[in-house]
């Protein structure tokens, strides 16, 4: 029982809990159940403290029965999982984890005596204590060595300021006129007028710092020196009396030992035998002098009586003692920590403030937020809060710790972090430095990765958790429920979560007042932030995981509750909060939703993510759910095959989940989904190039629905065909597919709850292809006539991204009239419609056509660049569709850039492309292109077969019906007509030609043959 009571006095003056006795021992935690700022050095200072106590229990026991008592102790730190656990018949609060069981084997390993810690504990106090290094022990039930260090005693250290001062200090920032202030308010106490400087500023904000740069300053010998007496409150003697004052007591003396004769070097009695000596000198009164040291006595606990009943007198005495004190010399008396004093030494701290302003006493009490004191109210008195440091400055502090520039995104996870707080901020870097999460990349610091949980140093969440767990309970709910909803949040959803929402508004200010949280726009009725991210962080954190799903689930409820308006709103905050509760089918529903919605708007990577998330949620709830659930489990895998594609993810991937679809209708008879799925692999096949493929699956689909009224896979069937027909040169049968579809939206769809966004893209997209049918064809009244109506529905229906789709359509239009410089300006504008969206195809087509109006437009060698740029974005996400088209515009520039061999193997390239995508239509352009080529490069005795074989390859363009290609064509050919001596027939075709492109309204119909025309869209 002996030991007992002072293990666990030392354990509980130290801030611990003594969780178990386990017989011949205790297990202790600290820092839980309540967070303090310092726990790992209070773990190790109470460990000290036990063992020197118990060394005089154990001399007594040597001595009166003879007995040898050691005690050993093991200390770890870390996270572990603290509760109660058991049944009604018995409860125990304890720690579980692996940090308890390594705690508990170095507790075995140690010998007796001896206190062993680990290298995580020593990690966070080496400056605090001096240690010895035991190397690394091998402990049972661990796979591999720990390293262990046995503790020797303190190290001297005895504030966060001298530890800092060990690695070095930053240079000081941003309290250049807080000094100033000082020194201003010095010279008034040089003068006689004593004055109170209150110093205040959260943990961490460089309160110490300030008092220590003064003392410096102090120092420099440009002013009289004061006698400067600094001390600190210790939370660990907050209830014993008058302990500040001994410390203040002992400062004072070992700051006026200059001027006494006592030599005791190594004594403890040394401060008291001056403080005695100092205090006769100026009282000049043995009875005064010999009641300081009746009260030194009691503070000491010593031998031969506890000092005086009454302390009143002696404490009187002292108070006399300061203001003889500042007669000799200005006096300083800087007293930090206040808020941990006890409430003894404050209330000589109140009489001794009152009456200095007659003395040479500048009194600097230094303090956070929450301390009261009745200063405020003196003429004399001067309160200086320390604000954060700017961003400005923060930035510069972590360049000088990193000895190096810091990229923003560093700046803003420290900076969102700490707020600006200096303590916190290097804390931080250091840590994060010295965990590998910073790495130097062109020339600067970045985080390794951006998605890597920025890990707190455990300095940093001791002072914020301590602070936390010191509040009342219910606000600390307020605190937990509003982390849920993230830095900032409106106090209306605030209500909808606690499960008391009574006074809510006084417990917002209250919090407010703690400078915990503040009103967004300074209004308290509406929203609100966390005064910064690093209190919403740990506050969120340290909640157990249960306690967070029911909050989450809580949120995600009340966010219903407003009505749809608003659950339409915040698709995405409802799926968050239900992915994180115990409510996944209501996740999975939201995440779908919005999904669906992120694909509209063309956030592919945002869509395909919550897509997949919301899959899974569902697949874990397998076959509990009824047939509705079932059709969105079959519906969603199409949703997220399309997103994936437009990413250009692998094709086993999509064609994985468009097969599983399909079997999965086909199960359960759903014959619309079934011919979805065909319709989806219709879009996969058209990007792959395998158009034979895209007409097959576009037939299933139509004949699996046909005589239903289920239409949108009739209209998509029918879109599919037309688009295959298309690329295939087959314009006549395109158009017939292209119209047969219009038909069907237009009768059965438009307008209806299944006119969806991404249903109303298909139709828009749809008419602006007939449009590029039309055009192809020289049909140019009916293809501004389906431009206009492409582009009619982008303006009626806020589809993100399709107005930069339809107008991309119109880039035929103006290829096929020869408008270059129209087509270079609107493909520019559409590139600034579709900025910031990640859509891969979109960009190679903007690519590749930009580069060929460059050719068009002279500039042949930025039009290959750019049209290479998109032929390696094609490769990347796999859409050989397009390959051939690539092909043919580099053949082009090659050519204009003098380069034919080249341009001949680039058109040879694309041939091979267009056979494997059924790309007819590109082919036609291409085996025109490589007879052209081989024309321009042919001597008198070759030119008549070349001509032969040009004339071969416009009879495939007119095959397929393209006009305004083919007409560009003959005037070429009219050109190399003329070049073989046959200018009557080269002049009547050119007549013609010229005749046909005014007819149309073509800006080069009066190109010279010898020019380079339009290749054909």
């Known amino acids: 029982?002996?030991?007992?009571?002072?293990?666990?006095?030392?354990?509980?003056?130290?801030?611990?809990?003594?969780?178990?006795?386990?017989?011949?021992?205790?297990?202790?935690?600290?820092?839980?159940?309540?967070?303090?700022?310092?726990?790992?050095?209070?773990?190790?200072?109470?460990?000290?403290?036990?063992?020197?106590?118990?060394?005089?229990?154990?001399?007594?026991?040597?001595?009166?029965?003879?007995?040898?008592?050691?005690?050993?102790?093991?200390?770890?730190?870390?996270?572990?999982?603290?509760?109660?656990?058991?049944?009604?018949?018995?409860?125990?609060?304890t720690a579980m984890g692996d940090t308890t069981n390594v705690a508990a084997r170095l507790q075995a390993a140690a010998e007796p005596g001896e206190i062993l810690i680990t290298a995580d504990l020593h990690r966070l106090t080496g400056e605090w204590f001096r240690f010895e290094d035991m190397g690394e022990l091998s402990l049972w039930?661990?796979?591999?060595?720990?390293?262990?260090?046995?503790?020797?005693?303190?190290?001297?250290?005895?504030?966060?300021?001298?530890?800092?001062?060990?690695?070095?200090?930053?240079?000081?920032?941003?309290?250049?006129?807080?000094?100033?202030?000082?020194?201003?308010?010095?010279?008034?106490?040089?003068?006689?007028?004593?004055?109170?400087?209150?110093?205040?500023?959260?943990?961490?904000?460089?309160?110490?710092?300030?008092?220590?740069?003064?003392?410096?300053?102090?120092?420099?010998?440009?002013?009289?020196?004061?006698?400067?007496v600094s001390a600190g409150a210790n939370r660990h003697d907050k209830n014993a009396p008058l302990s500040l004052l001994r410390e203040i007591l002992r400062n004072y003396s070992e700051a006026a030992d200059a001027y006494c004769s006592v030599e005791a070097p190594g004594r403890e009695t040394i401060w008291q035998e001056t403080l005695i000596e100092r205090a006769g000198d100026l009282l000049r009164d043995a009875e005064k002098a010999r009641s300081i040291a009746a009260l030194v006595e009691r503070m000491e606990g010593g031998e031969g009586g506890s000092g005086p009943a009454d302390p009143q007198p002696a404490l009187d005495v002292l108070r006399t003692l300061f203001l003889l004190e500042s007669r000799e010399r200005p006096v300083v008396l800087a007293i930090d920590n206040l808020l941990d004093a006890d409430r003894s030494s404050i209330e000589f701290l109140n009489a001794l403030a009152s009456g200095i302003a007659g003395a040479r006493i500048l009194f600097l009490p230094v303090y956070r937020p929450g301390f009261e004191h009745p200063w405020a109210v003196r003429s004399n008195y001067h309160h200086i809060t320390l604000p954060p440091l700017s961003r400005g400055a923060t930035e510069e502090m972590i360049e000088e710790l990193l000895e190096g520039p810091v990229s923003e995104e560093v700046m803003d996870a420290v900076y969102s972090r700490a707020g600006g707080n200096p303590f916190f901020t290097e804390e931080m870097v250091r840590g994060v430095r010295e965990s590998g999460g910073l790495v130097i990349r062109e020339g600067e610091w970045r985080l390794r990765s951006q998605e890597m949980d920025f890990v707190l140093p455990r300095t940093v969440q001791d002072f914020v958790l301590a602070r936390l767990d010191a509040l009342p309970g219910r606000l600390r709910e307020v605190l937990q429920a509003a982390s849920i909803i993230g830095l900032r949040f409106e106090s209306g959803l605030l209500g909808g979560i606690l499960a008391d929402s009574e006074d809510l508004e006084a417990r917002l200010d209250k919090l407010q007042e703690m400078e915990l949280l503040y009103p967004a726009g300074g209004l308290p009725d509406g929203e609100w932030n966390f005064k910064d991210r690093l209190i919403q962080e740990l506050t969120y954190k340290e909640m157990l995981r249960s306690r967070r799903a029911q909050l989450h689930e809580r949120a995600g409820t009340a966010i219903e509750g407003m009505g749809e308006a608003a659950i339409e709103e915040n698709l995405d905050r409802l799926a968050f909060h239900f992915s994180r509760s115990d409510a996944l089918d209501r996740a999975a529903s939201y995440l779908i939703r919005a999904g669906r919605r992120a694909y509209a708007l063309l956030a592919l990577p945002q869509a395909a993510a919550k897509l997949e998330q919301g899959l899974i949620f569902m697949e874990s709830k397998g076959e509990e759910k009824g047939r509705e659930f079932l059709s969105e489990r079959i519906r969603v895998r199409g949703d997220l095959a399309l997103a994936l594609l437009g990413l250009g993810a692998e094709e086993r991937r999509i064609e994985s989940l468009l097969g599983e679809m399909n079997e999965m209708a086909e199960a359960a008879g759903d014959r619309e989904q079934v011919a979805m799925?065909?319709?989806?692999?219709?879009?996969?096949?058209?990007?792959?190039?395998?158009?034979?493929?895209?007409?097959?699956?576009?037939?299933?689909?139509?004949?699996?629905?046909?005589?239903?009224?289920?239409?949108?896979?009739?209209?998509?069937?029918?879109?599919?065909?037309?688009?295959?027909?298309?690329?295939?040169?087959?314009?006549?049968?395109?158009?017939?597919?292209?119209?047969?579809?219009?038909?069907?939206?237009?009768?059965?769809?438009?307008?209806?709850?299944?006119?969806?966004?991404?249903?109303?893209?298909?139709?828009?997209?749809?008419?602006?292809?007939?449009?590029?049918?039309?055009?192809?064809?020289?049909?140019?009244?009916?293809?501004?006539?389906?431009?206009?109506?492409?582009?009619?529905?982008?303006?009626?229906?806020?589809?993100?991204?399709?107005?930069?789709?339809?107008?991309?359509?119109?880039?035929?239009?103006?290829?096929?009239?020869?408008?270059?410089?129209?087509?270079?300006?609107?493909?520019?504008?559409?590139?600034?419609?579709?900025?910031?969206?990640?859509?891969?195809?979109?960009?190679?087509?903007?690519?590749?056509?930009?580069?060929?109006?460059?050719?068009?437009?002279?500039?042949?060698?930025?039009?290959?660049?750019?049209?290479?740029?998109?032929?390696?974005?094609?490769?990347?996400?796999?859409?050989?569709?397009?390959?051939?088209?690539?092909?043919?515009?580099?053949?082009?520039?090659?050519s204009a850039l003098g380069r034919p061999d080249e341009a001949l193997e680039s058109c040879r390239t694309g041939i091979g492309h267009a056979e494997k995508s059924g790309g007819g239509l590109v082919g036609a352009q291409l085996f025109e292109m490589e007879a052209r080529i081989e024309c321009e490069a042919a001597d008198e005795g070759e030119l008549e077969d070349r001509i032969g074989d040009y004339e071969a390859a416009l009879s495939r363009i007119e095959e397929m019906e393209m006009t305004p290609a083919l007409a560009r064509g003959r005037r070429r050919l009219a050109g190399y007509l003329r070049r073989a001596g046959e200018d009557s027939r080269a002049a009547a075709m050119e007549d013609e030609v010229r005749v046909y492109l005014h007819s149309i309204g073509a800006a080069d119909a009066e190109e010279a043959p010898a020019a380079r025309g339009a290749i054909g869209a």
């Open 141 to 228: 039930g661990k796979g591999h060595p720990v390293r262990v260090y046995r503790v020797l005693g303190p190290s001297g250290v005895s504030t966060r300021l001298e530890a800092a001062s060990l690695r070095g200090l930053l240079r000081l920032r941003e309290r250049d006129g807080v000094l100033e202030s000082l020194l201003g308010i010095f010279a008034e106490v040089q003068g006689g007028r004593g004055q109170i400087a209150a110093i205040s500023g959260e943990a961490g904000a460089g309160k110490s710092r300030v008092v220590y740069e003064l003392k410096k300053s102090f120092e420099s010998g440009e002013i009289e020196p004061p006698l400067f």
């Open 677 to 894: 799925s065909f319709i989806h692999m219709c879009t996969l096949r058209f990007r792959m190039g395998d158009q034979s493929a895209v007409i097959g699956y576009a037939k299933r689909a139509i004949e699996t629905v046909e005589g239903r009224d289920t239409y949108e896979p009739l209209f998509r069937g029918h879109f599919a065909l037309a688009s295959a027909y298309r690329v295939m040169g087959r314009l006549a049968e395109s158009i017939e597919e292209a119209e047969e579809a219009i038909s069907i939206y237009e009768e059965h769809l438009a307008g209806s709850d299944s006119d969806t966004p991404d249903l109303i893209h298909v139709a828009a997209e749809l008419m602006g292809g007939l449009g590029i049918s039309n055009a192809l064809r020289g049909d140019i009244a009916r293809s501004e006539e389906m431009f206009r109506c492409s582009e009619g529905i982008a303006e009626r229906e806020p589809v993100m991204g399709l107005r930069g789709s339809t107008q991309f359509f119109k880039v035929f239009l103006f290829e096929t009239l020869g408008q270059w410089n129209r087509m270079m300006e609107h493909l520019e504008t559409i590139r600034e419609e579709l900025a910031g969206i990640q859509f891969p195809h979109a960009e190679a087509a903007l690519a590749s056509y930009l580069g060929m109006a460059y050719i068009r437009l002279a500039d042949p060698q930025k039009g290959f660049g750019l049209i290479e740029s998109a032929i390696e974005k094609r490769f990347e996400i796999g859409q050989k569709l397009f390959l051939a088209l690539d092909y043919l515009f580099r053949a082009e520039a090659l």
């Open 1 to 93: 029982n002996g030991c007992f009571e002072i293990l666990t006095g030392e354990v509980h003056r130290f801030g611990g809990t003594v969780n178990q006795y386990t017989g011949d021992g205790i297990m202790a935690l600290f820092g839980a159940p309540r967070a303090l700022e310092t726990s790992p050095r209070d773990a190790i200072g109470a460990a000290l403290a036990a063992q020197e106590r118990l060394d005089s229990y154990a001399a007594g026991l040597q001595r009166e029965r003879d007995i040898t008592f050691k005690v050993r102790i093991g200390l770890n730190s870390g996270e572990v999982v603290v509760g109660a656990i058991g049944d009604d018949l018995r409860l125990d609060y």
